[in-house]
């Protein structure tokens, strides 16, 4: 079951300014007989229903129809079936531009009382909803003003569709209809809308609270759910994409779960980047050893904890594999702070499994996070070429 946002619907036909890599070779080559895919149409509902409108059938994954699914989830259900020999079923439940709590059921927001702030930016975005509809009126009369003189349409800001954003509304339906369906697992991408201010503190929480969710509601509490940690990317200065990566890294506390790491092979320039053939990898890797038990690396390296040696803090990482090392460049983007938790940049060194870390301007360092900007540079991998997680060693908020 593969939902989420734009980089999961994104198709391997590409969008209008953002195209997969390879994208005509790969369509061409898509004839993948052991596969089989549903395209979930869009739809934002006020109570959880049981059932898709209109006739809904399975496609066999040809060309033709693999163009318009989804491409991360077409570039993982081929590496896994190619790996695992079995025939792979994939859903597309995915709509762009929207935030966890519209997956989340009411129930699973309702559970924990700190989620609340979710109804207070529901509401305060609800009044906003008279003023955006006169502006997509007057959007549309500038359109055919530009249509009558045969001149280019202009250009206006993306706008999010109400009832898309509305707490429970995508649950209800796109994920519900499927609830007595057994399902292996979940892949996952989403956050990039949860990412400014007022909404990326809550995350940490509300993504743990979907997972959850997620698992109560289908009456499985085994299925793994894996997910893509948001690519790097030059959000606006306002956003806070480290707080989201950071939540999802955290997130990899719950029982099955596993995380892509995608802030190396992301585009800064473009939120929607081209290459989905490493993430779908990435996450197919994941599903091998968690969901098939093949006893295979699957995880970049994984912030553990960290130790004092004097002016030194050394840094341990699950997933370090035969040793850490540094491509792509030299290691950097380490951070240190002490008490004040005012964070200077950090000579970074790798000895064996783990990174030390020091700066003459902190004596005594308590903290160290890596790859903390929105569009980070990382050059830490393990040996089975998979790069470290971004993340902070600061305490969970």
Same mark, same amino acid.
């Given at each position: 079951?593969?939902?989420?946002?734009?980089?999961?619907?994104?198709?391997?036909?590409?969008?209008?300014?953002?195209?997969?890599?390879?994208?005509?070779?790969?369509?061409?080559?898509?004839?993948?007989?052991?596969?089989?895919?549903?395209?979930?149409?869009?739809?934002?509902?006020?109570?959880?229903?049981?059932?898709?409108?209109?006739?809904?059938?399975?496609?066999?994954?040809?060309?033709?129809?693999?163009?318009?699914?989804?491409?991360?989830?077409?570039?993982?259900?081929?590496?896994?079936?190619?790996?695992?020999?079995?025939?792979?079923?994939?859903?597309?439940?995915?709509?762009?531009?929207?935030?966890?709590?519209?997956?989340?059921?009411?129930?699973?927001?309702?559970?924990?009382?700190?989620?609340?702030?979710? &109804?207070?930016?529901?509401?305060?975005?609800?009044?906003?909803?008279?003023?955006?509809?006169?502006?997509?009126?007057?959007?549309?009369?500038?359109?055919?003003?530009?249509?009558?003189?045969?001149? +280019?349409? +202009?250009?206006?800001?993306?706008? +999010?569709?109400?009832?898309?954003?509305?707490?429970?509304?995508?649950?209800?339906?796109?994920?519900?209809? &499927?609830?007595?369906?057994?399902?292996?697992? %979940?892949?996952?991408?989403?956050?990039?809308?949860?990412?400014?201010?007022?909404?990326?503190?809550?995350?940490?929480?509300?993504?743990?609270?979907?997972?959850?969710?997620?698992?109560?509601?289908?009456?499985?509490?085994?299925?793994? &759910?894996?997910?893509?940690?948001?690519?790097?990317?030059?959000?606006?200065?306002?956003?806070?994409?480290?707080?989201?990566?950071?939540?999802?890294?955290?997130?990899?506390?719950?029982?099955?779960?596993?995380?892509?790491?995608?802030?190396?092979?992301?585009? +800064?320039?473009?939120?929607?980047?081209?290459?989905?053939?490493? %993430?779908?990898?990435?996450?197919?890797?994941?599903?091998?050893?968690?969901?098939?038990?093949?006893?295979?690396?699957?995880?970049?390296? %994984?912030?553990?904890?960290?130790?004092?040696?004097?002016?030194?803090?050394?840094?341990?990482?699950?997933?370090?594999?035969?040793?850490?090392?540094?491509?792509?460049?030299?290691?950097?983007?380490?951070?240190?702070?002490?008490?004040?938790?005012? &964070?200077?940049?950090?000579?970074?060194?790798?000895?064996?499994?783990?990174? %030390?870390?020091?700066?003459?301007?902190?004596?005594?360092?308590?903290?160290?996070?890596?790859?903390?900007?929105?569009?980070?540079?990382?050059?830490?991998?393990?040996?089975?070429?998979?790069?470290?997680?971004?993340?902070?060693?600061?305490?969970?908020?």
């Amino acid at each position: 079951f593969a939902s989420g946002q734009s980089n999961m619907e994104m198709p391997l036909a590409g969008f209008p300014g953002a195209a997969i890599k390879n994208s005509a070779a790969e369509i061409s080559q898509a004839n993948q007989p052991a596969i089989r895919l549903l395209l979930v149409q869009k739809k934002a509902s006020a109570y959880p229903v049981n059932d898709l409108d209109g006739p809904v059938s399975w496609s066999m994954c040809t060309p033709e129809t693999a163009a318009k699914f989804s491409a991360v989830a077409y570039f993982f259900g081929r590496d896994l079936s190619s790996h695992e020999q079995v025939p792979i079923g994939l859903i597309d439940s995915s709509w762009g531009g929207t935030p966890a709590e519209a997956w989340t059921s009411l129930p699973g927001i309702a559970a924990d009382a700190s989620l609340m702030p979710v &109804f207070s930016a529901w509401a305060s975005m609800t009044a906003q909803e008279a003023d955006m509809t006169a502006i997509r009126e007057a959007e549309k009369r500038a359109d055919a003003e530009a249509r009558s003189k045969n001149q +280019p349409l +202009p250009k206006h800001a993306w706008r +999010p569709e109400f009832a898309s954003w509305d707490p429970a509304w995508l649950f209800n339906g796109m994920v519900a209809p &499927f609830l007595n369906l057994p399902i292996k697992g %979940v892949i996952w991408y989403q956050g990039e809308s949860n990412a400014p201010p007022e909404r990326a503190f809550l995350y940490q929480k509300l993504f743990a609270a979907l997972i959850s969710d997620w698992h109560v509601q289908w009456q499985d509490s085994d299925f793994p &759910f894996l997910f893509v940690q948001l690519a790097n990317y030059n959000a606006s200065p306002s956003d806070d994409w480290p707080a989201i990566r950071e939540a999802q890294r955290r997130a990899l506390s719950l029982k099955n779960t596993g995380m892509a790491v995608a802030a190396d092979i992301g585009d +800064p320039e473009n939120i929607h980047p081209a290459d989905k053939q490493d %993430v779908g990898l990435r996450l197919a890797l994941a599903a091998r050893a968690i969901a098939y038990h093949e006893n295979i690396e699957y995880s970049g390296p %994984v912030f553990r904890s960290i130790s004092s040696e004097g002016s030194n803090l050394r840094i341990w990482f699950d997933h370090a594999g035969a040793g850490l090392e540094v491509k792509n460049g030299a290691l950097s983007d380490f951070q240190i702070a002490g008490d004040d938790r005012k &964070f200077v940049d950090a000579a970074a060194t790798v000895d064996g499994s783990t990174v %030390v870390v020091n700066s003459p301007r902190v004596t005594t360092p308590k903290y160290v996070r890596y790859g903390w900007q929105n569009n980070p540079s990382l050059h830490l991998y393990n040996s089975a070429n998979l790069p470290a997680s971004p993340f902070t060693s600061e305490s969970a908020n």
